[in-house]
Each structure stands twice: as structure tokens, then as C-alpha cells.
């Protein structure tokens, strides 16, 4: 079945960049996204990567997918206090769905 | 870009009445919508898959009976709550797909469910 895996906290100094991990189990994903979620609100897309991509960049995001081992990363540059959330990786399983990781809460310190 | 317009974003129900949550696409056609649970500090939970003009399919161990979806058009799909108990008080959240090409998996703002 499908399992999507992230660890459950990360804590960061503003300024510093953040690397959010995620591990996946189906290989024949197509699509993996990153969504952020503020307190009581729903899902925001931040990013999304096409299978067949190594990287993407977009301003202070840079998604890397090594499909090898099933491992996406998000690294955010210059974290702002602003970024404090949690953050979900996600794929879409054969049966068209997205399955989302466990998530992230990434908490941002001055 | 695609928006996603959920209603209410918080209700508070008496234990025994049903509560209606609707998710309306409003620039662009939605034929499948998707419905989440999730519960405090965890993962989105898939409920079930909304097909417009047809039955929900749900996931295993959603009870189709409390949980009743429907999609009658294009742009709107409703979950409606049955005699609603506190274990059903949760954070719901519906999901629209659009173009996978673009991230077309479009959020709607969550609605917070209180039974009393």
C-alpha cells in the first residue's frame, strides 16, 4: 500500500534555510507536491514535481526528488517566521488520489 | 489561478442533527472532488472520492450512511454529517482536482465541526 513518511518537527533559526524530508512508496507516482497549512486553514500548494525531475526551484523553494531511493526533500531558503507551518509532502497513488505524508510542523525562532 | 470555496469554515452542532458542508469550485469545472478528516496535530485522512453525477466511492472504514456526499454538479459537491456525535468533531476538508499538470489539486479553507 501506499505510505508517505516525514519526520514530525523541525526547528530553525530565521534566516537559516530549512530541509523538510519525505520518503514515498509508489514508484509510479507522476506528480509529487509540497502544501503548507497555517493553523485552522486548509491546504496551500507551495511547489509540485514532475517525476522525471531531479530538482525545481522557485524562489526560496527547492524541491529534489531522487526517485532511486523515493525521497523528496523541500529546502527552504532564508526561513521567515512567516514560514512557521506544517508542511505536507503528497503523491498520487495508481488509483489517482493523493496520499499525504504525516507532516512537518516546522517552527521558525528568531 | 484555481479557487476552492468551502462553507462554513466553523459549525457547532448538537449531538443527534446533521450538518451540511458545502465545496464549490468557483473558475473552473470540478467532475471529481475529494473529502478529508483530520484530526488535531495528524495527517489529512481520505474519506472519500466524489464523481459529479454519481455515487461517492468511500475508503475502508468510512460509514457511507453517516457521512453522505453529494456531487449534483460540476462546481458543487456537499457532505453532510447524520445525527452528528462528538467523536465527529473534526477539521473537514474538501479538495477539487483540476489540471495535475498545473499542481491542479485545489484546497478548499477547512471546516472546523463541533458536536456538543
Known amino acids: 500500500g501506499e505510505d508517505v513518511e516525514q519526520s514530525l518537527f523541525l526547528s530553525v533559526r530565521e534566516g537559516d534555510s530549512s530541509v523538510i524530508n519525505c520518503t514515498y512508496t509508489d514508484s509510479s507516482s507522476t506528480y509529487l507536491y509540497w502544501y503548507k497549512q497555517e493553523p ?3 491546504l496551500q500548494l507551495l511547489t ?3 517525476s522525471n525531475m531531479d530538482m525545481k526551484q522557485d524562489q526560496r523553494l527547492t524541491v529534489l526528488l531522487n526517485k532511486k531511493d523515493k525521497h523528496l526533500s523541500l529546502r527552504i531558503a532564508d526561513t521567515q517566521t512567516g ?4 508542511y505536507f509532502c503528497a ?8 496520499i499525504f505524508g504525516t507532516g512537518t510542523r516546522l517552527q521558525v525562532f528568531p | ?6 462553507h462554513p469554515s466553523r459549525v457547532i452542532c448538537k449531538s443527534g442533527t446533521s450538518v451540511k458542508i458545502e465545496c464549490r469550485s468557483l473558475d473552473f469545472q470540478a467532475t471529481t472532488m475529494f473529502w478529508y478528516r483530520q484530526f488535531p496535530k495528524q495527517s489529512l485522512m481520505l474519506m472519500a472520492t466524489s464523481n459529479e453525477g454519481s455515487k461517492a466511492t468511500y475508503e475502508q472504514g468510512v ?3 453517516k457521512f453522505l456526499i453529494n456531487h449534483a454538479s460540476l462546481t458543487l459537491s456537499t457532505l453532510t454529517v447524520t445525527s452528528a456525535h462528538p467523536e465527529d468533531s473534526s477539521f473537514y476538508i474538501c479538495s477539487a482536482r483540476g489540471d ?3 499542481g491542479g489539486y485545489t484546497f478548499g479553507s477547512g471546516t472546523r465541526l463541533t458536536v456538543v
Do not use: P
Not at chain 1, 514560514?83 to 506544517?86: G, H, K, N, Q, T
Not at chain 1, 503523491?91 to 493523493?98: A, M, P, Q, R
Not at chain 2, 489561478?1 to 468551502?6: D, F, I, M, N, T
Open chain 2, 100 to 102: 495535475r499538470g498545473r
Open chain 1, 91 to 98: 503523491e498520487i497513488s495508481n488509483t489517482d488520489k493523493l
Open chain 1, 40 to 42: 485552522g486553514a486548509g
Open chain 2, 1 to 6: 489561478g484555481a479557487v476552492v470555496s468551502q
Open chain 1, 48 to 50: 509540485y514535481i514532475f
Open chain 1, 83 to 86: 514560514d512557521s507551518a506544517i
Open chain 2, 63 to 65: 460509514e457511507k450512511d
